[in-house]
């Protein structure tokens, strides 16, 4: 049972480096998302997806992009990284988008120097 | 915009002694209110959702209540092993114009239960 599975768990980047985040669900949840977790900070949304080929911004959604081929899914890039995003990323899902228990995966520790 | 405050930030309790987390909210319309448990180095584990006033739920030594403005977190004897970060968020309805895709998270209170 895999629930939402993340990588990498750490990773360290160069200012101006691009990559991406994994994040796959077994689950069969149609909403995907992705927060970032700071020191001081609640998580906060970045981007989201209600089902495969949809998706949206979050509260902070400069700087990353998000696609959804696939229900299971919703990999996030970094498109020229920066000291601003290191960070603790989660992704999320649950079975639908609203009403019903959200699940996180492991995360991801990216540090941009 | 919604909002969410927990309070304490930080909790040191000795093992047994029972106490509550507060978690107030605004939020245009409640679609739910979560709790999850988060431990160093981890993603938030799932707890409890509560969704109208005057809902309760229990899980061993834990015990959520919802009343229209806040959510308490109520923990009878704690052991060592319940230390961690308890989180709080809220969800609102689409509904009442709210934003139904996100949670809003609290920023947190640290419990640690001493030995």
């Known amino acids: 049972n895999a629930g939402v599975t993340q990588t990498p768990k750490f990773q360290v980047l160069k200012t101006g480096q691009s990559m991406t985040l994994q994040c796959a669900q077994d689950?069969?949840?149609?909403?995907m998302s992705w927060y970032r977790q700071d020191p001081g900070m609640g998580l906060r949304l970045i981007h989201y997806s209600v089902g495969a080929g949809i998706t949206d911004q979050g509260e902070v959604p400069n700087g990353y992009n998000v696609s959804r081929s696939t229900t299971e899914d919703f990999p996030l890039r970094l498109l020229s990284a920066a000291p601003s995003q290191t960070s603790v990323y989660f992704c999320?899902?649950?079975?639908?988008?609203?009403?019903?228990?959200?699940?996180f995966g492991e995360g991801s520790w990216l540090t941009v120097v | 915009e919604d909002q969410v405050t927990q309070s304490p930030e930080a909790l040191r309790l000795q093992e047994g002694e029972s106490s509550s987390l507060n978690c107030s909210y605004t939020?245009?319309?409640?679609?739910?209110l979560f709790w999850y448990r988060q431990d160093p180095g981890k993603g938030p584990e799932f707890l409890f959702t509560?969704?109208?006033a005057g809902e309760e739920k229990e899980k061993e030594r834990l015990k959520a209540t919802l009343t229209k403005k806040e959510s308490f977190l109520h923990i009878t004897a704690p052991k060592p092993e319940d230390s961690a970060t308890y989180l709080c968020a809220v969800q609102a309805n689409a509904n009442s114009g709210g934003s139904n895709y996100k949670l809003t998270f609290g920023k947190g209170t640290l419990l640690t239960v001493n030995p």
């Open positions: 509560l969704y109208s």
């Open positions: 999320a899902s649950s079975l639908q988008v609203s009403g019903n228990t959200i699940y």
């Open positions: 939020v245009s319309g409640l679609r739910g």
């Open positions: 689950m069969n949840h149609e909403y």
